[in-house]
């Protein structure tokens, strides 16, 4: 097993690399990947109270956020699309499809999603070149976003995007802008607001519902599609905006142990999807036969959406 040391300077292009033999548990724990110390706009990344242009923007999409996500909205949204009628298309068509589609929750970046996609799977190409399923998780764990679109039924980026949260239990502290639940309908439901809720210790997080978007939708298209993809994948798919567990470790008296397990895995996702955004643009053509052989061997043709 090796790891990447060095990084090209470009997505897409080869590069001279350095490799160091390492085992098994050492990769689980880390990659090659250096953090940036600025996004592309030099400022921390997540910084949601750093003065800028998106600064304000940003908030008002939480305060709408935390005001809406109720335990009621989200069952009625899960009930209406895993019904997975809206549109038949492959996975490389819909990531076609995000060319068009800018995060407005997104404090780091202001670039077309497909860009994120393919660096981000560039990125965990490199430092991990043995683990083709995490590549391709890179590039499709955002894929829910088309909900945004018309197609989709054009939902609010309220609806969309953003850190995602627990709803039918007490929100924690340490999600972003968590002074705007008080606003939330549920905050103040006895059945909603405690540590447990509608929920028991270590139930598991495939039975708890969490705040609708692009996560959860994209896990439920890739699981109806009958993806053969591993579990790992796709608690990277539903959590990798569950920033109140894998960066602040709330929510873990839900987890059952399967749960901790794949957590190791969305910590080292997490990396990639956060600090990977950048104005160095991919070469798309140059990659895109690698990414096409990975949609053939864990997805079907043509999916439900």
Known sequence: MTILIEQPHEFGIEAEEKKVPIDEKELVLDGGFLVPQTNSFGQTFRDYDAEGERQPGVEN???????NQTYDFVKKMREEYSRL????????????LLND???ESDPDLDEPQIEHLLQ???AIRRDYPNEDWLHLTGLIHDLGKVLLLPSFGGLPQWAVVGDTYPVGCAFDESIVHHKYFKENPDYENPAYNTK???YSPGCGLNNVLMSWGHDDYMYLVAKENNTTLPSA???IIRYHSFYALHKSGAYKHLMNEED???LKWLQIF???DLYSKSKVRVDVEKVKPYYLSLIDKYFPAKLNW
């Open 101 to 103: 589609v800018v995060d």
């Open 270 to 272: 997490n990396k990639y």
């Open 196 to 198: 447990y809720g509608a």
């Open 233 to 235: 994948a796709l608690f």
């Open 120 to 122: 981000t799977a560039e």
């Open 260 to 262: 901790f397990e794949n």
């Open 61 to 67: 999409f939480y305060r709408i956020n935390h005001l």
């Open 85 to 96: 009628n809206r549109m038949e298309m492959s996975i490389w068509e819909c990531c076609e």
